[in-house]
């Protein structure tokens, strides 16, 4: 199975718009399809009803029609998500220049969510409590927006589990440790879950390579390294119980301990902004360590726990202020609820965000590694 796909855009006669399919249910071990449609004219899609959506704008404006006795029609732009649910009749009407992002359930038994859900980063971007940044999560190495995590119900994959949807930027690897040739890389070992890397954004060089197995704490040995720009996708695809999956046994614990999906992003003088489905999905607790080959922790090691528990806790204020005031937006109705209790809880946690970053920035440039400026562009402001 191909670790690099590359998109072939294909337009059929008549049509306003190309399409490029990602992933197929058929052959992919999530068992969802990915396709990216980009407009040239204006134009409409219908997403088939019989069975589960995710649709994201990566650019661009459009409007979004649920069918019905009080129809309602939704304005969209970059940065606004959905998931429309099997069973719903919409139509998507697309400006010239937009770019959508669709995921899709092969039938409506691969849809958990049973209600629509819109979501628009303005709003994500202001869930933090105290130092915990629940969907707007800023590190030393990357940016990552949680838009559906573990308990939003949204799609599952073939093996029933729930699957999520994230929207990252990886940062330039200036000041980032080295690997073992030197080089200063970011490192994942996705141990626990698949995950499709959908690259749209890219500035600089990027590039990206796998490790082969076996895996080793030195010496590794590794693919050559692949490029990565705005038309390619990489898909850490070795799934549980596949042929590509390590098992060792902790000789102090006796457990068995899984190895998989190593590998190394290295990027100059840029960044890379990919979209990101998880099977199975995260839940939201960061794990990622600058330096490490770091992975989220598996779900049956955080479900249940009291970290875990105080997380969601949280998490379920944010969630309705987010979702309630990103339907008020598209509806162009959001002036309606300033001053509400929504609305006060929503700059509550913009302010704390910006404070979260202010701090983190202090650190870094206390290192003197010169992260706090890769971050900069990045970080939140805080605003009346």
């Known amino acids: 199975m191909q670790k690099i796909i ?4 294909r337009r059929e006669s008549g049509e306003p718009f190309a399409r490029a399919q990602i992933l197929s249910h058929e052959i992919h071990p999530e068992g969802l399809d990915i396709d990216r449609i980009r407009f040239f004219e204006a134009g409409s899609i219908v997403p088939k009803s019989s069975v589960g959506h995710i649709i994201s704008v990566l650019q661009g404006s459009g ?4 069918a019905g006795n009080n129809r309602q029609t939704f304005r969209l732009e970059a940065g606004v998500h959905l998931y429309l649910p099997p069973g719903m009749e919409s139509i998507l009407d697309a400006d010239p220049g937009a770019e959508l ?33 629940l969907r707007w999560v800023l ?7 949680r838009i559906f995590l573990h308990h939003d119900q949204i799609l ?19 000041g980032l440790p080295e690997n073992e040739d030197g080089e200063p890389v970011f490192k ?28 080793k704490k030195t010496k590794q040995l590794w693919s050559p390294w692949f490029p990565l720009d705005g038309d390619s996708t990489y898909h850490l695809n070795e799934a549980a119980g596949s042929s590509e999956e390590e098992c060792l046994i902790d000789k102090v614990t006796g457990r068995q301990q899984f190895f998989r999906n190593k590998h190394d992003v290295h990027i100059v003088d840029g960044y890379v902004t990919l979209f990101c489905l998880f099977d199975p999905a995260p839940t939201g607790v960061e794990r990622h360590q600058p330096g490490e080959y770091s992975d989220y ?7 249940g726990t009291k970290e875990y528990e105080t997380h969601q806790r949280e998490l379920g204020r944010y969630d309705e202020m987010v979702d309630r005031l990103s339907l008020a937006k598209a509806l162009g109705a959001l002036s309606t609820l300033q001053g509400t209790p929504l609305w006060n809880l929503y700059v509550q946690g913009r302010e704390a965000q910006a404070a979260f970053e202010s701090g983190l920035a202090q650190t870094l440039a206390a290192d003197g590694n010169g992260r706090h400026r890769v971050l900069a562009p990045w970080m939140q402001v805080a605003t009346d």
Do not use: I
Not at 6 to 9: E, K, L, Q, V
Not at 114 to 128: T, Y
Not at 139 to 145: E, N, V
């Open 101 to 133: 992002l669709q995921v899709s359930s092969p039938s409506a038994l691969q849809a958990r969510g049973k209600q629509l859900l819109l979501r628009n980063e303005n709003f994500l971007a202001a869930c933090a409590v105290g130092s915990q940044l």
């Open 297 to 303: 922790e598996p779900l049956s090691q955080v479900l």
């Open 156 to 174: 599952l994959s073939k093996s029933g589990n729930p699957v999520s949807w994230f929207r990252t930027t990886m940062f330039d690897v200036a």
């Open 63 to 66: 409007r979004f029609h649920v």
């Open 188 to 215: 994942m070992s996705y141990n626990s879950r698949t995950e499709c890397n959908v690259c749209y954004d890219v500035k600089g060089t990027a590039r990206v390579r796998m490790a082969l197995h076996p895996y």
């Open 6 to 9: 590359r998109n072939t855009w």
């Open 139 to 145: 590190t030393p190495q990357y940016l990552s927006r």
